[in-house]
Each structure stands twice: as C-alpha cells, then as structure tokens.
C-alpha cells in the first residue's frame, strides 16, 4: 500500500499512533514502533504520526502519555505529531466555565514545558482544528482562531497549527455561517500543516438549497465524512490560493469507503487545486499535494 502511495507521487504518509496503553508500555511501544520502521524503510515516504484523538495535556497522567507519544515517533522518524488541542466544553459563564478555563490554562503550560523536548526530537507538534462528527454544540477546538491562539501563547516552533479544511468547512457552516476559505484567511501565516478532505458541511436545512440525499454509501446526519477533495461542498477553487501562501505540506485525510486509487487521487486533488492556483500545475504537482 505504502509503495502504492509513494509511486502516485506522494511524498508524506499519516499514520495514528498505537493507543495511550501501548505508548506508555516501553517493550510494547519499541517492538511496535520498530515493525512500523521496517515496513516506511521500504519507501522514501516522510512521516506523521497522528496522536490518540482523546489525548489532552495538562494533567499528570495526559502528560506522561504526551512524553511517551513524542518518544514513538521520534523512534519511526516522525516529524509532525498531530494532537487535539483545546478539545473542552465552549462555556459562557455560568457552572463549570472557571473549570474549562482551569483546564485550558493547564494545557498551555503543560505545552509550553514540553516544547523543549519536542526540539530536541526534532519534531513538530501540529494542533489541530477539529468539529463535531454529528450535529452537535460547540467546543473551543472548534474555532481554528482559538487553535491559532493556543499555538501562539505556547510560543515555541516546534508547535504548529494544523489547519483541517473539512473540519473549518462544518465548523464556519454551523457557527459562524462562513465556509473554509474565510477561516484559513485569518490564521494561515500560522499554519504549519493542513489536512484535506470534503464534507456536505453542516448540513443544515436547505443549505445552498441542494439535497444530498442521492449521494451514495453517505450516512444522512454524520458531518464529519472525509471524502475526497471534489466529492463534497468544499470550495476548493478559493482555497488554492492560500495553500500556496505556505510551505506547510498538504495532507489528505479520505476515509477507505470513498477514497479512489493512490494515482487517480493524487492527479484528481492536483488538478482541482490547480484550477485556483495563478500558476497552474506546475507549483501543485502530486509530491506536494500528499
């Protein structure tokens, strides 16, 4: 699979990491760590790891399975480690705001004080904008400003934002009624690393007023469905300009259901980018698009 990807012209591969009791058991975390390092050292690709969704700095235990994650990746030669950041309750006051805002602040430090470790493994950790899977209320990591936000207080290079197109597509329909383009405006000279798939977006009633109900093997109310760039509502023509705005490498994120062959991928998200981009196919060649 992985010389698949490589021979369509990838240059990067995403692979999440094992979970938090794997990570946190030396001998467990070495053996599986050193067969993921056998099979990359067949192909040239570069890695990022992605980190256990619901792992969140800032308290004791969180950190030490943080600590155990950077250890695994600098072992299979990783240079991002995408982490959710910010994942908490959005509160306006009123019972358990004091709590959140506890928790935020303990995440920044906590980030903050791992900053020297991630230099000194050489590798990046990329925070993440996320959105609700299903229709849902709002959380702070939902706002890729706050990610942005988050980032800056850490102030460290070797923490980055990862900016996902198709979680700022669902987030900016439902909360702000924008779409991803206007989001990644705002913050892209912070961006670091992106992750592209599309979506119907929020999906509310009579949105853009077209029906999706046609489209095929898609489930009528998730949001969060990672198609391929093209098979959704994301507005990829207004995107390609800021993607060339930075040299943070493009990730795509298709779940297996709706994602072509590696070939067909690859040239499909190329041209589509290129029609956006003022110098064509010659800046978004496959190699970048990965």
Not at 129 to 154: F, G, K, Y
Request: aromatic share 4%; charged share 20%; net charge negative.
């Amino acid at each position: 699979m992985l010389k698949g990807i490589e021979a369509a012209g990838f240059a990067w591969t995403q692979v999440h990491a094992p979970p938090i009791s794997i990570l946190v058991d030396r001998e467990r975390s070495a053996r599986h760590g050193a067969a993921l390092r056998t099979v990359l050292d067949a192909t040239g690709l570069r890695l990022v790891i992605h980190g256990p969704d619901h792992l969140s700095a800032g308290t004791a235990e969180n950190d030490r399975s943080m600590y155990a994650l950077f250890d695994y990746a600098a072992a299979v030669g990783a240079e991002y480690v995408v982490y959710h950041g910010a994942n908490f309750e959005l509160l306006d006051g009123g019972v358990g705001a004091g709590d959140v805002r506890d928790r935020a602040h303990a995440e920044e430090t906590s980030l903050r004080l791992m900053a020297g470790r991630l230099q000194s493994l050489g590798i990046t950790l990329a925070v993440e904008n996320l959105a609700p899977v299903w229709p849902s209320a709002q959380r702070m990591c939902h706002d890729p400003e706050t990610i942005r936000s988050l980032v800056r207080a850490v102030d460290s290079p070797q923490v980055t934002v990862l900016f996902d197109v198709g979680h700022a597509e669902i987030t900016a329909n439902a909360f702000g009624g924008g779409d991803a383009a206007r989001s990644l405006t705002t913050v892209v000279a912070d961006v670091g690393l992106f992750h592209l798939h599309d979506n119907l977006g929020a999906r509310l009633a009579g949105a853009r007023g077209e029906s999706d109900s046609g489209l095929a093997g898609v489930d009528p109310l998730r949001l969060d469905l990672h198609l391929a760039p093209g098979a959704g509502r994301v507005c990829w023509h207004d995107l390609a300009p800021l993607f060339l705005q930075s040299a943070a490498p493009l990730i795509l994120e298709v779940r297996p259901p709706h994602r072509p062959d590696p070939l067909t991928l690859a040239t499909a998200t190329v041209r589509l980018l290129a029609r956006g981009a003022s110098d064509g196919e010659a800046v978004l060649d496959p190699a970048v698009a990965a």
